[in-house]
């Protein structure tokens, strides 16, 4: 005994000193979580609370179980069913099976000294001072203690069982994910402890339920499967399982993007985080506070939800328990056993404690930690002696202590009503009460239908879906009646007497003829089968001929005898019964016999019921099946359906020597009557590994039970009729959990498909399905392609999934089907969706615009039309006359190439920045935005410009070898989505392949003229008598509006000449001159690239009232206002008033200015100035002397106007006021006067007169 | 007489063989046997991958005690150009299922490519306008640093975690 205790204090140093990292919650949050369920259960089940007295032996329990090395055994991925297994730590059990495993925790590997600290007083710590040294806290133990009446302990065992579900909502354990210490998950939700609870958590669980499953190991693959399916671990994210997947994308209010997943139940929520515009290493990161809140919010609930469930169970176990004598054989040992483990223990530890390597690990310090655990007090409670990065420290976390001291303060409050109840345990303790309330709620849920209880769904594998927990009664405190008998079914024998002699119906093979040497007289028909048939025959060996015949309700309905494969027969043979009656059977005390037609010796196969198999199962459901299996069968090779009636017998082959010799296998029932056979010879099949299967006979003739109708319409073909049986090549042996025959199939409604296309998924959706007995959970459904029936996709008690998809531009049609557990199918929903593609339309054709070639002219919906993720960068590949292929990714890098480029199309396009027109891309890239990015850099200079009215026109090249595009020239396309940006290059996924072909066309589709200008303003410019037209751009619905042609008109007519039409260009204005008094019509109109005319916009146009139409002397190279008194001649052409005279003055060369000046006008002397006949008033104006960089005017009026006579010429001559004695009336600068009408280097263009 | 004693040492040799054989089969042969075994070369691996762990992280002590610090050292080897230098600054790889597993062989390879590019710069400058983004760490070990482009898109994040065993702040992720 010394050297086991030596042993375990040297595993102790080892475990307490090697380094340990956290592997799980941490325990103060272990320990929050348990009593939130304690919580949760007691709101739930008010007439059966826990009490308050053994709430923190279950949070102790739970937070214990993660001491030394036991962590290790803390994780299950459901998807592959196994624990945590590495190359480098090793593997371990599955939680799962941990948590029942009592070997392995009673293995002296794990009893070593604890590293937690207790947080039980003192007090309560003596009441289970028993398991000090107890490593076995598996379900099995705390039902024992439960039963032995050992309450506090089997709370503390149950505490332990409690964080190992607590713990299969950590994605990480469920993902196989160890994550030395920088789980995000775990990091975030260290904070919630006792004493920091979460405020929310509460609310969550408001108006749900703890679910309630049928087993222990249900609430295993039920939250491991939610975790799993729906959250990710850090090292996991689109790793090593294919979900959980986003279902969108959404940029939250950080400016960041999110991968969101739905969620019917809690909402939507950021299931990952994606990069930025530049990534490092393309890493998508959780550790954001926005994600793991989320994760939290949905996994702490779920925890606690499938934690209450669990404690409901474990009471009710524990009651069925305690009235099952078997359950407490199990837990005896025989004294030979407990000799042989003592023995055993000795020579263990004595060579574990030779072993060298381990004992040279033994120091004092071995001691000192074990005098630190047990001294351990309350401020020494730690919650991470394991998570420790220091080796043999029981760390000390300030913030906890004071929780568990609050705790613990609490506890001992509660001390001494636990003592008063121990003391009153004799009388009506607490406890009697519970028990007495647990006993009342067994028994009233004895009655429950298991299918009730079956019908608890675990989430669905790809949808986010909640498990539909049934509520759970809550039961009110009731009177305690009495203890009830054990809950257990007992079969009900029909009504169906036996009476020797029976009439019996055995096979004989018609060939060999053997069946007369049998054991039964041949008194009917022989059959025609090849390999068996029928006969009616009545026992002579066994029984007496009679006139009593029996109830036709037990058949041997398949059997196998020969096997193939390895190992031949071992672990394949069976024996297959089938009950056609509507009662269940016991068929305790039946036989399954053999007789070989060479021999008269009786060969006993299997006595149901014998004393040695308790395992026996003989009940044979109504409709339903019973197995015998024979040769050491084994489930494994039949789909796990495992023998009811296990036996080591073996069927004979009959080959070699003993072909032609018939084999007669034989069912007596309890009384030995016999009951049914079948014989068989080695030409029964026609290979090995063939069964003999009895056929179906649902109407009333026999069909085949394989396949068809008959398949899962029961096996009671029987009576005269020839060939009952049939060979089949995949043996379906079935047992007596399986689902009746004949039954209903599941009944499908309500299926549709319909298309996502913001997430590019097909929907599936359908009501819930039952089977035969009303259970939805073990329905599945299968979807198959309808035109190869290939399965597409397979899900569990689900109402629905969705598959991403990377076809479109194409029709989807399945099938979907409800199948039962055994495989029975509903009918077939047709189902059907049309995927659009991305392009609303492409037309590939000769372009006939100037320039000709073709083009690619795509059409497409609200932009980007590429759905994505990331960016709203997107990439269009056009392959000619090819499928377009679906490479995964392209990289910037390697110019965007597929890996097969040779049908690329070569296209070009006017790019947004950068070396402007390309001519030979093969690839489209799609800038940010409709328009190109202002956000420069990157992809920008890439990026294609001429997005506009929902599509785009690029050329496309004719390929090399190829003279031209013809009618049967096509293209195709793939859509591309940027992903990330990975070492400077940005690197794009595929989004979907186009299946559309989009064939050549000679001629450009119909295309739409653009809209006129929605204006044209008229100025006249009375000076040059012009009108001066402007318009604002024009828009066209299907080409460019920058490639947008102008042309105006206008006539003096109502109606615009067809050739009057001139083209601006893409010019938004014009001149046009105008004669008074005409008036004018004046239009404008918009042509695009290919041609098409707007209708004009039109306006007409008169000179304004009082207009005087005196000629404008635009021309001023006559010379005005010289010294000499020269002018400028006029012409007037029609007669009017002059009421004032205008003088315009041209930019010069240098400064000048003028000065109390005036207008005289002289008439005309063939050519010369002649008369003076007016003159204007006197502007006493003064120009400043400076440089004029513009014309400038001064106005001359008249004091009376004076009428000018038509068809006349006069002059006009600036004059010198009186105040200026100077002959210049202009003056320049630097001596440069305006004597001459012009200054130096501006000559025809310095002045000039208008009349008003 | 003599037989008596014949027939009580055969029974005592019988019972030897027994137990011996009992022995043999429960401690070699038994499945327990067979779990204590496997048991033991699990708690192997698991020691001496933990302590690698351990040691490794002990001895990854480039980096500054404040997160500021460790990305001011990380810009200041990128612009001497010492690319091995300033890998250094980020976190060893924890993934016990990657090949690059205590090593920083992802994020040496990366910095190698972007200065074969030229575009060390663009590292630079996105680790020098990153501003303190404390709403997005989830807890005191860890420290964001965001960086936003002159019109408020988001670029990227710079995340650091400290390394409890060594005290220094790494660069876990960009």
């Not at chain 1, 000193?17 to 103060?28: H, L, T």
Request: aromatic share 12%.
């Amino acid at each position: 005994m010394e050297r086991l205790i030596l042993f375990s204090l040297v595993l102790s140093f080892l475990f307490i000193s090697f380094p340990r990292e956290s592997f799980a919650y941490n325990i103060g949050t272990h320990a929050y979580l348990t009593d939130e369920i304690v919580n949760f259960y007691n709101k739930n089940f008010l007439g059966n609370q826990i009490p308050e007295g053994f709430r923190n032996y279950m949070i102790d329990g739970s937070r214990k179980e993660d001491d030394n090395i036991r962590p290790m055994n803390h994780f299950y991925d459901p998807v592959n069913n196994v624990g945590f297994h590495d190359s480098l730590l090793g593997s371990w059990e599955k939680s799962k099976d941990w948590a029942n495993n009592q070997t392995n925790q009673n293995s002296v590997k794990y009893k070593v000294p604890a590293t937690i600290a207790s947080i039980l007083s003192a007090a309560q710590t003596g009441k289970i001072s028993g398991i000090s040294s107890e490593t076995n806290f598996t379900w099995h133990k705390a039902l024992e203690y439960y039963v032995n009446g050992e309450k506090e302990k089997a709370f503390f065992a149950l505490g332990h069982i409690l964080h190992l579900i607590e713990d299969a909502s950590v994605p990480d354990h469920t993902r196989n994910d160890p994550h030395p210490g920088d789980s995000p998950y775990e990091n975030w939700t260290d904070k919630f402890k006792l004493n920091n609870k979460d405020s929310g958590l509460p609310g969550r669980l408001n108006g749900k339920s703890p679910i309630q499953l049928s087993d222990l190991n249900s609430y295993f693959d039920g939250l491991a499967k939610y975790s799993n399916n729906n959250f990710y671990s850090k090292n996991t994210i689109n790793s090593g399982y294919f979900l959980p997947q986003a279902d969108y994308f959404r940029i939250e209010s950080d400016g960041k993007s999110y991968g969101i997943k739905i969620d019917n139940e809690f909402g939507d929520y950021p299931v990952v985080r994606a990069n930025g515009v530049f990534s490092f290493n393309n890493d998508e990161l959780l550790n954001r506070p926005t994600i793991m809140s989320q994760y939290w919010s949905r996994l702490s609930t779920k925890s606690v939800q499938y934690g209450a469930g669990i404690v409901y169970l474990f009471f009710k176990e524990a009651e069925m328990a305690k009235n099952d004598p078997n359950f407490k054989k199990q837990n005896q040992k025989s004294f030979l056993a407990s000799i042989g483990e003592a023995i055993r223990g000795i020579f263990q530890s004595a060579d574990n404690a030779g072993n060298s390597d381990i004992t040279d690990t033994i120091s004092g310090a071995i001691f000192d930690n074990s005098t630190q655990s047990d001294e351990v007090n309350s401020e020494d409670i730690g919650e991470k002696s394991i998570l420790s990065p220091e080796k043999g420290d029981i760390e000390t976390d300030e913030g906890t202590v004071e929780a568990d001291e609050g705790t613990v303060e609490a506890d001992e409050g509660t001390v001494e009503a636990d003592e008063e109840i121990i003391e009153t345990s004799e009388g009506n303790s607490e406890m009697d009460a519970l028990n007495e309330r647990i006993d009342s709620l067994i028994s009233k849920t004895a009655n429950l239908k298991s299918k009730a209880l079956a019908r608890k769904t675990i989430p669905e594998v790809v949808s986010l879906k909640t498990p539909p927990a049934t509520s759970m009664p809550k039961l009110p405190p009731v009177q305690a009646p009495p203890v009830q008998a054990p809950v257990v079914q007992q079969p009900t024998l029909p009504p169906i007497v036996y009476y020797p002699p029976v009439t019996y119906y055995y096979y004989y093979n018609q060939t060999t003829n053997t069946t007369s040497t049998a054991t039964s007289t041949n008194s009917s028909n022989g059959g025609n089968n090849s390999t068996s048939t029928n006969t009616n025959a009545t026992s002579s060996a066994l029984n007496s001929v009679g006139t009593s015949t029996f109830s036709n309700t037990i058949f041997v309905s398949e059997l196998l005898f020969h096997a193939t494969g390895d190992g031949g027969d071992v672990g394949k043979e069976f024996v297959e019964l089938y009950n056609d009656g509507n009662q269940s059977l016991n068929l305790s005390g039946w036989s399954l016999k053999y007789f070989r037609s060479d021999s008269t010796s009786t060969n006993s196969l299997a006595l149901f019921g014998e004393s040695e198999h308790t395992a026996d199962r003989m009940v044979i459901p109504a409709k339903g099946y019973l197995l015998v299996g024979l040769n050491d069968y084994n489930a494994v090779n039949y789909s796990g359906t495992a023998a009811d009636i296990l036996r080591t017998a073996s069927l004979p082959n009959v080959s070699g020597a003993s072909e032609g010799v018939a084999i007669t296998a034989y069912l007596f029932d309890n009384i030995g009557a016999g009951v049914g056979g079948l014989a068989y010879t080695n030409t029964s099949i026609s290979q090995a590994g063939q069964s003999l299967e009895r056929k179906a006979k649902p109407t009333g003739n026999c069909i085949s039970a394989g396949s068809g109708e008959g398949e899962f319409a029961g096996n009671s073909c029987s009576g005269s009729q020839s060939g009952d049986f049939e060979t089949r090549s995949n043996p379906k042996p079935q047992n007596s959990g399986s689902l009746p025959e004949p039954r209903m199939a599941p009944n499908l409604t309500g299926a549709s498909l319909t298309y996502s296309s913001s997430t590019m998924k097909l929907v599936f959706k359908w009501n819930e399905a039952l089977d035969s007995m009303g259970d939805a959970l073990s329905v599945r459904y299968e979807i198959r392609n309808a035109s190869t029936s290939e399965i597409f996709a397979t899900t569990s008690a689900a109402i629905g999934l969705s598959r991403s998809i990377d076809e479109i531009g194409r029709n989807y049609a399945f099938f979907l089907r409800a199948f039962d557990r055994d495989g029975l199918g509903s009918p077939p929903a047709n189902l059907s969706a049309d995927v659009p593609s991305f392009f609303s339309n492409l037309y590939f054709y000769r372009d006939s615009r100037s320039g000709g070639g073709n083009v690619v002219d795509a059409y497409y919906g609200n932009y980007p039309f590429i759905p994505g993720s990331y960016g709203n960068w997107k990439l269009v590949l056009l392959y000619v006359n090819s499928a377009a292929p679906k490479d995964a990714n392209l990289i910037e890098n390697n110019k965007f190439s597929p890996a097969d480029n040779s049908n690329l199309a070569i296209l070009s396009y006017l790019r947004c920045s950068g070396d402007g027109y390309v001519t030979s891309n093969k690839f489209i890239l799609l800038p940010e935005g409709d328009h190109c990015s202002s956000l420069g850099g990157g992809l920008n200079p890439q990026g294609m410009s001429g997005l506009e009215d929902f599509h785009f026109i690029v050329p496309i090249a004719v390929p090399s070898g190829v003279t031209d595009f013809g009618p049967s020239a096509y293209v195709t396309a793939a859509f591309y989505d940027y992903s990330s940006t990975i070492g400077g290059y940005a690197n794009f996924r595929l989004a979907a392949a186009d299946k559309r072909q989009y064939h050549f066309q000679s001629a450009p589709p119909p295309s739409l003229p653009p809209l006129a200008p929605a204006d044209v303003t008229l100025q006249f410019d009375s000076l040059h008598s012009a009108l001066n037209l402007a318009w604002p751009k024009a828009t066209d619905p299907d080409s460019l509006d920058n490639n947008i042609f102008y042309e105006f008109n206008y006539s003096s007519s109502t109606e615009f000449s067809p050739a009057g039409w001139q083209s601006t260009g893409r010019n938004l204005s014009a001149s046009v001159p105008v004669n008074f008094p005409h008036g004018y019509k004046i239009g404008v109109r918009a042509v695009d690239d290919f041609g098409n005319i707007s209708q004009p916009v039109a306006k007409n146009w008169n000179f304004p009232t009082n207009y005087n139409p005196f000629p404008h002397q635009n021309d001023a190279s006559q010379i005005v206002g010289t010294s000499n008194g020269a002018g400028q001649r006029i012409f007037i052409q029609i007669g009017s008033n002059a009421g004032k005279i205008g003088m315009t003055v041209g930019k010069g060369a240098g400064p000048y200015s003028v000065t109390d000046t005036f207008i005289g006008i002289y008439s005309d002397n063939n050519g010369s100035m002649g008369n003076l006949i007016a003159t204007t008033t006197d502007v006493n104006y003064q120009w400043p002397m400076e440089d004029h960089p513009s014309a400038r005017s001064l106005e001359f009026s008249f004091i009376s106007p004076i009428y000018l006579n038509s068809n006349s010429y006069y002059w006009l001559v600036p004059m010198n006021g009186p105040g200026i004695s100077n002959t210049n009336y202009i003056f320049g600068s630097a001596g440069d006067s305006y004597s001459d009408g012009y200054w130096s280097g501006d000559m025809g263009k310095d002045a000039s007169f208008f009349l008003q | 007489m003599k037989n008596k004693f014949f027939i009580i040492g055969a029974g005592f040799v019988v019972l030897i063989l027994s137990i011996g054989a009992r022995f043999t089969w429960e401690n070699y042969f038994s499945p327990q046997a067979k779990q204590n075994k496997l048991f033991e070369q699990n708690l192997q691996k698991y020691t001496s991958g933990m302590e690698a762990f351990e040691a490794a992280m002990r001895a990854d002590t480039y980096g500054g005690k404040t997160p500021e610090e460790t990305l001011a050292m990380f810009v200041d080897a990128l612009k001497k150009g010492d690319i091995e230098l300033a890998s250094k600054y980020f976190m060893l790889d924890t993934n016990t299922q990657s090949p690059d597993y205590l090593t920083r062989r992802i994020w040496e390879k990366s910095l190698i490519k972007f200065d074969n590019e030229g575009d060390l710069r663009e590292i630079i400058n996105i680790s020098v306008s990153a501003k303190p983004d404390p709403n997005s760490a989830i807890s005191s070990d860890y420290f964001v640093f965001s960086s936003y482009d002159k019109k408020g898109i988001f670029v990227t994040d710079i995340d650091l975690r400290i390394n409890k065993y060594s005290g220094v702040w790494k660069i876990e992720s960009m």
